[in-house]
């Protein structure tokens, strides 16, 4: 059961992440609208929480390894903190100017990732340094291609 709450949580943590700094980044860079990049959290917040706790499910299901009682645990877990987690980010929207938002925003969901990704290398006796590292180097990808995917599209079809 430990192992499906893992699974579940450190999963539904970093999706929650990376999915919603790049709608927020790419949004924010398109529109600099903060009704929109609102919506966009909240729409993450939704959809994309049961749509991976469903690919969760599935996947636990797929692999014949877990019994039925361990499968729900990761899709609620992957649910709850994908959920939850996302939320977290319509916190700075409500408080700041949007710029100013998602600046804050990108710190915060950065420092998780970082905080995430040191437990997991130190659970499995492996470098912080990298694993840290590695994380962070995709999400930042993720930021740079989705504000510039947002520009462009703005420059493009606006």
Do not use: C
């Amino acid at each position: 059961m430990q192992h499906s709450l893992k699974t579940g949580f450190s999963f539904g943590l970093t999706s929650a992440t990376i999915t919603t700094l790049g709608l927020m980044v790419g949004l924010e860079s398109g529109t600099g609208s903060k009704i929109v990049v609102l919506g966009g959290i909240l729409t993450i917040a939704i959809a994309d929480a049961f749509s991976d706790a469903l690919g969760i499910h599935i996947s636990e299901e797929s692999e014949n390894k877990h019994n039925e009682k361990e499968i729900w645990a990761s899709t609620l877990a992957t649910f709850f903190s994908k959920f939850l987690f996302a939320l977290t980010f319509v916190i700075p929207i409500i408080l700041f100017k949007l710029q100013t938002a998602v600046i804050a925003s990108i710190v915060w969901g950065l420092l998780i990732l970082s905080l995430l990704s040191f437990r997991m290398a130190k659970s499995q006796n492996e470098k912080p340094i990298r694993v840290i590292g590695e994380h962070l180097l995709i999400a930042v990808v993720v930021i740079i291609i989705t504000h510039y995917l947002g520009h462009w599209i703005s420059v493009t079809f606006g």
